[in-house]
């Protein structure tokens, strides 16, 4: 199925030239917009598989569009809510850990090469964590570093996980990808993913990110718990 994509920028060259590569390659460019108002608008319209959303804007910026595009956008079509795919300038900055709080599915910086944002909209697409295990074990130390106290899981309660959801949880959140996980619990690659996505049902999450600060913010993985 065609990949179909919103691009959200406030300057209208980086816009053109995301989109003529994206149609360049295949992809269906279904909208762009200039500031996050727009882009809630355009990604409840056309319900986007992936956004490509800048942060700071002008009327409303990434953070708060992707917050409300995960609430108010309606899936349809057999489609899922948009993956939304956070695009900065600055490495980990402050910005972006909240965007991923806020259900954002990953992030690439804007001078990321083109074949390498490619591959980000097609993994981000499937559904699969574009968030390697390296990237998640920085996010694992920022967030130690600076916690937000102001934030909350939907449902920190793990009770409802089974004790196989939990031991999946907790190696998510020390920065295991799928397969490792898979060694390490003696089960298929598949098997792993259907816990996982039971996970997030149970817990209302939108990300493999938002998993990880699960597992950190309720005490399920202790800050230089990370494996290597």
């Avoid at 608008?41 to 009327?59: T, Y």
């Amino acid at each position: 199925m065609t990949i179909r994509v919103l691009v959200v920028d406030d300057q209208e060259l980086v816009r053109a030239g995301f989109s003529a590569l994206l149609r360049n390659e295949g992809i269906e460019v279904v909208g762009e917009a200039s500031n996050g108002r727009e882009a809630v608008e355009l990604a409840c319209a056309h319900r986007p598989d992936v956004i490509l959303m800048d942060v700071r804007m002008p009327v409303m910026d990434g953070i708060a569009a992707t917050r409300t595009v995960l609430e108010r956008c309606e899936p349809g079509d057999g489609r899922a809510l948009p993956r939304i795919l956070i695009l900065t300038t600055f490495d980990l900055d402050e910005y972006v850990f909240t965007a991923l709080r806020a259900g954002a599915a990953g992030f690439l910086l804007k001078d990321t090469r083109p074949v390498e944002l490619l591959a980000a909209i097609r993994i981000i697409a499937q559904g699969d964590a574009l968030l390697s295990p390296a990237i998640t074990r920085r996010l694992i130390a920022e967030f130690t570093r600076s916690p937000d106290p102001s934030w909350r899981p939907p449902n920190v309660r793990l009770e409802g996980l089974t004790d196989r959801e939990v031991d999946v949880l907790r190696l998510v959140g020390t920065g295991r990808a799928n397969q490792q996980i898979a060694s390490d619990l003696f089960v298929s690659e598949a098997t792993v993913k259907t816990h996982l996505g039971r996970i997030m049902t149970k817990l209302h999450l939108t990300s493999r990110a938002q998993a990880v600060v699960v597992a950190y913010e309720s005490g399920l993985v202790k800050a230089g718990s990370q494996h290597s």
